[in-house]
Nanobody, 125 residues
């Protein structure tokens, strides 16, 4: 599975961005796709995940109500809509895929089998 993340950029606090993650390669119908982020000097952390089959979602507490993860099966694409952005959301965002048999509570890095390159999100205050 190859993953290509895009959509990062510079945005003012309170603004919005939409990240995309396009998957290619083998079928991922039983996979869970997640977004992680890594801020400068900090460890990579889980942001959100979605099961490819049923579209079940999970979020870390700090983004609940502001971020929405979704997928379009026909496009093999997972999105992360980020609203009400804060300076603390500044990070490199990565998408990843886990062969998790449609479990959604897949939140740790070792659980993910494939990773895309990161896309930088910078939120100015």
């Amino acid at each position: 599975v190859q993953l290509q993340a895009s959509g990062g950029g510079l945005v003012q606090a309170g603004g919005s961005l939409k990240l995309s993650c396009v998957a290619s390669g083998r079928t991922i119908s039983t996979y869970t796709v997640g977004w992680f982020r890594q801020a400068p000097g900090k460890e990579r952390e889980f942001v959100a995940a979605i099961t490819w089959s049923a579209g079940a979602t999970s979020y870390t507490d700090s983004v609940k109500g502001r971020f929405t993860i979704s997928r379009v099966n026909a496009k093999n694409t997972v999105y992360l809509q980020m609203n009400s952005l804060k300076s603390e959301d500044t990070a490199v965002y990565y998408c990843a895929a886990a062969h998790a048999f449609s479990r959604v509570e897949v939140t740790s890095i070792p659980q993910y089998d494939y990773w895309g390159q990161g896309t930088l999100v910078t939120v100015s205050s």
